[in-house]
């Protein structure tokens, strides 16, 4: 079965072609067979396609034209020269799609029909700078490869089974009503995760209570009960929680009043402030990336020092308000650039964790250890390092789907 994943972005797309032959085989994931970036905004007329197969890489520049156009250009390297895979494009099974919003609708991985593309484009408000994309990839694909079967997995869908307290904002009830919840992101990260710890902790997840904080460009911490998301640190939009790049997190609503009445801010202001300038990259006014700040601090920067310290006491702090969603806790687990490759991050959110039974093996966390658990064998909660993987997931969600 050969699975094709579209992962796109609002000026980017990460697709990746996965061969997958034994069902049983599927616990380690698998290489794809080829993979392909787009990125839009590389250079200012063209944009630009990096291909990955036959153990080469190759660029080709892409002319500023829509989607459908390029996802014909990306897909044809499949079946000619030296990035050749198939023979003809008709191998491809299914298309599975990264969708960021599915809303209240969808709560797992859904064949794609005309309704489904409907709520995809009735989202819009609420996914702006995705949800117009997945549609011009998924009518891409229906020009190019015909009926194929098409499957959406939301980013959403995991935290469907939050329940009502973690979910609904104290607001007046008519908001809930009109849409205004909790409905969490990075799910396809947080399930997977969840599961490859489950793995690795040798127990089947539905007995496992599980935090898992993703910590890349954006974060993320989600409380899992018996393998279903139970609480999220994301709400209505990725904007909420954790301190980010350079997303603010959770900050008091009124000091958005406040920009407004005393300092004029629009709301276009206010979504450059809160989303692009705030988090690493405001408060150590360096860099929103986590490896500078951490240079800039060894070095005795304090602007990034102070960064570090928020950094972490946010994720400490938003771990102890996922608590009371579990009875007990197996297990906590790292993942995304940050968490996956920051043994100090680690190290820093577990110190003060101590007094719940955390205790980390200090030489296990500083050496690259993926894909295991790093907690000190006296530790009565596991800690635990997982590379993720979300094409790989979404293609195992659609082989579930088959
Ligand atoms: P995205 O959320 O865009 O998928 P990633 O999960 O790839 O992002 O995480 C990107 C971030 O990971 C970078 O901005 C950087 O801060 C961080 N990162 C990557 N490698 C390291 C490292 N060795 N140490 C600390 N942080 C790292």
Redesign the pocket.
Known sequence: MKILVLNAGSSSQKSCLYEINNKANLTKPLAPLWEANIDWTAKPDYGLLKIFANGQSHKIDLPQESRAQSTQIMLDTMTHGRTKVLDNLKEIDMVGHRVVHGGREYSQATLITSEVKEVIKNLIPLAPNHNPAHIEGINAIEKILGNIPQIAVFDTAFHNTIPPEAKIYPLPYEWYQKGIQRYGFHGISHKYVAQRAASILEKPLTQLNLITCHL???CSVTAIKNGQSVNTSMGFTPLEGLMM?TRCGSIDPAILIHLITEYNYDAGQLNDLLNKKSGLLGISQIS????SV?NAMVAGNSQAKLAFDIYIHRIQSVIGSMLPSLDTLDALVFT???GE??GL?REKVCQNLAFLGITLDLDKNNKKNIEQNIADPNSSIGVIVVHTQEDWAIALQCMELK
């Open positions: 890349g460009n954006g790049g929103a990336d986590m490896r951490v995304a650039g940050v490759n920051s991050v």
